[in-house]
């Protein structure tokens, strides 16, 4: 137990003396990298699969192309109502139109699915802008630090104490601020990807139901 509490102890020590090395512009960099772990996490949650395209909903809407009878309606009926999400809200503008001509229907869906697409989105531009800024705010600790090296070769009085510190906010702060930019990179990436991926996804899906919805009201 007492290990564990003098190991605690000592990373603490080095972390906080990590940041009072780091001058200023450390801060900012730090308040990047909590606003981009906050993003990142409530875009992974918005883009579960569960509250995008559940495969539940997915299996009722294709059952119903394939048959089109009572018993697949009633299945999408329970599935909507059992996973909301991006694709039951695209069901329910087909639904809720039926009264409608079947361009009309085509161009509310493809009206609605821009709109969720956008909604998916919402924290890529945050992302962008923390990639955008936390290197940047690297850069301006850099040059500060550099400027006290400088200053104090400059005056050739031996101040090899604010030399070093000088250095370190230098490194310190380039180093936090790539150490932010990656992550967020990487996640601005991924989440990208995963988005388009949802979005031809969700594409073919609508496509299969709208076209069966229409056939099976002409038939009617």
Known sequence: MMITTKTDSSFLDSLFSFIDKGGLFIYFIMLCSTAAIAVMLYQ?????????IPDELVNSMNAY??????ETTNWINRSKETYPSVLQKL?????????????????????????????????????????????????????????????GVGAGDGKYEEMAQGISEALITTVSGLAVAVPAVIAHGYFNRKIDSYSARLEVVMDKFVSAYSKGRNLN
């Open 91 to 151: 069901c329910d503008v087909v639904l809720d139109r039926h009264d409608r001509k079947d361009l009309e229907i085509q161009e509310a869906v493809q009206v609605s699915a821009r709109e969720e697409i956008h909604k998916l989105q919402v924290g890529i531009p945050f992302l962008e802008v923390i990639i955008a800024i936390a290197p940047l705010l690297g850069l301006l600790g850099t040059a500060t630090g550099l400027f006290t090296v400088f200053e």
């Open 44 to 52: 992974a949650m918005i883009l579960s699969r569960q509250k995008v």
């Open 65 to 70: 192309a394939s048959a089109g009878d009572e």
